[in-house]
């Protein structure tokens, strides 16, 4: 059986990170004899230069019709300034998410053992995190309207809107994953202030008899914020709304010493799409210097969560490897020798087929 790859490496240093993703999965073919068919197609501010629109009708044809997406970055910084600027590049991402159902965006976070010294919280802090935070993808304050400006400009609006079956699907899965793991489910809102923390926290406990297995918490998300930099071990899973799991995972990010190393897999109804937590770098876009691995983790997850093959724990073992020999890019490099974004990427690649 061949699989559908839809590769949508997007803006600045999508394409360096997207093409080490590549080779690695092109050694796990080699290895195990599999067929990946790959298909490119343009999204975010690439597809508006080529096209004027940041998420085009072919790109979501070309998703609908593989059997996952790889997808690099998107962003660029002529955009970030123009207040007046009618289409983004995030657009496109927004567009892909919503158009796919993308309701879920998995991030887990387990820290490299040879990165621990590089992250600003003690080690002892660190040894032995392993959690998985449950962004809620389609819903909240992202997608909710009204949003916009009053007439005279003076006033702006953006709107938070949950229903009950958005919550449902998240918090059940949620649930789900707690039961495959270590059985403890954390609900992060601001169920004090918020509507829609206060229906999140409603269907999360009336959920609670179905799984008398697991241990649920509800934590409001400042304390999170608190808790993750301060005791992150406490974490097993984590389910959250839209906009907190963005600022929460970012933040999570320092336990792993690099945002460069984190990947997730956003699921839903259609095609799945696995990207790096990260975004696209412009400052160094085309140098060949940007940390390849949370592509190549995303590809790993790819390989689990789309194809059912076990065999991603090569991958991690690969990367962890290349840490461990200190083939590393900049970002981590400690300023000792550092090495190019396509170096990393061909001793990846060339661990798994060794190995
Ligand atoms: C992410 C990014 C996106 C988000 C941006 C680029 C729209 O920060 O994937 O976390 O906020 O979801
Ligand atoms: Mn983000």
């Known amino acids: 059986m061949t ?23 092109d ?11 790959y298909t490119e197609a343009l999204i975010g501010a690439s597809a508006i230069d080529a096209v004027g629109n940041p998420y085009p009708d072919e790109t979501h044809e070309l998703c609908m019709n593989s059997d996952a997406v790889l997808f690099g970055a998107i962003g660029d910084p002529k955009y970030d300034n123009d207040p007046n600027a009618k289409v983004r590049p995030e657009q496109g991402l927004l567009k892909m998410r919503q158009k ?33 935070c449950i962004r809620e993808l389609t819903g909240g304050i992202y997608f909710g309207r009204p949003q916009g400006r009053s007439e005279d400009g003076n006033t702006a609006f953006d709107s938070c809107v949950y229903t009950k079956e958005e919550v449902e699907r998240i918090v059940r899965l949620g649930f789900e994953f707690a039961g495959k ?33 697991i241990e649920v918490e509800y934590m409001f998300v400042d304390n999170a914020a608190m808790q993750i930099i301060t005791w992150p071990k406490r974490f097993d899973v984590m389910v959250t709304e839209n906009m907190f799991g963005d600022i929460l995972t970012d933040e999570a990010s320092v336990i792993s010493g690099s945002l460069g190393m984190l990947p997730s897999a956003s699921i839903g109804v259609h095609t799945s799409v696995f990207e790096p937590i990260h975004g696209s770098y412009p400052q160094v876009a085309g140098q060949n210097i940007a940390n390849p691995c949370a592509t190549v983790l995303s590809a790993a997850m790819m390989l689990d969560h789309a194809f059912g093959m076990k065999k991603e724990a090569l991958i991690r073992e690969a990367v962890d490897k290349a840490l461990e020999a200190g083939v590393v890019t900049e970002d981590i490099a400690d300023g000792k020798k550092a090495y190019s974004t396509s170096e990393v990427g061909d001793w990846l690649a060339n661990y798994i087929k060794n190995v």
């Open 100 to 132: 796919l159902g993308l309701y879920a965006n998995l991030r887990p976070l387990e820290p490299f053992k040879s990165l621990l010294h590089k992250s600003p919280l003690k080690t002892e802090l660190l040894e032995g995190v392993d959690f998985l």
């Open 181 to 213: 793991r270590r059985k403890k489910l954390t609900v992060v809102d601001k169920a004090n202030v918020l509507a829609t923390s206060r229906l999140w926290r409603e269907i999360a406990q009336k959920m609670e008899p179905e799984y008398p297995e």
């Open 27 to 37: 050694a796990v073919a080699e290895k195990f004899n599999h067929q990946f068919d």
């Open 3 to 25: 699989y559908k790859i839809a590769v949508l490496a997007g803006d600045g240093i999508g394409p360096e990170i997207v093409a080490q993703a590549r080779k690695v999965i």
